[in-house]
Nanobody, 121 residues
Framework: QVQLVESGGGLVQPGGSLRLSCTASGSIIRLNAMGWYRRAPEKQRELVASITSGGGTNYADSVKGRFTISRDNAKNTVYLQMNSLRPEDTAVYYC???????????????WGQGTQVTVSS
């Protein structure tokens, strides 16, 4: 089994910053792509940013230039630095990871429990 634990959400004023963290633990042989998704009220879940094991990144157009995804492979941790936050960034943010797991040696996707980010004055 693999667990993803997120932290760093909260309430911030427009223009402010937050940093989300997500650490994966469990029977992980190899941690492949990791990413952050979000779901705003009454909207579909959307990809915010993703990062490959080699560091290649991809961002939603709405966050380009404001958000930065990074990872520490030694700590099995992915980060999302969010700057210049806007009210429309308000959502529950979910971490995801694609892992090669033991003892089955299969590749599976896992999700965190979600962390609330609220941008409001």
């Amino acid at each position: 089994q693999v667990q993803l634990v997120e932290s760093g959400g909260g309430l911030v004023q427009p223009g402010g910053s937050l940093r989300l963290s997500c650490t994966a633990s469990g029977s992980i042989i190899r941690l492949n792509a990791m990413g952050w998704y979000r779901r705003a009220p009454e909207k579909q879940r959307e990809l915010v940013a993703s990062i490959t094991s080699g560091g290649g990144t991809n961002y939603a157009d709405s966050v380009k230039g404001r958000f930065t995804i990074s990872r520490d492979n030694a700590k099995n941790t992915v980060y999302l630095q969010m700057n210049s936050l806007r009210p429309e960034d308000t959502a529950v943010y979910y971490c995801s990871a694609v892992c090669l797991v033991a003892p089955t040696w299969t590749t599976q996707s896992y999700w965190g429990q979600g962390t609330q980010v609220t941008v409001s004055s």
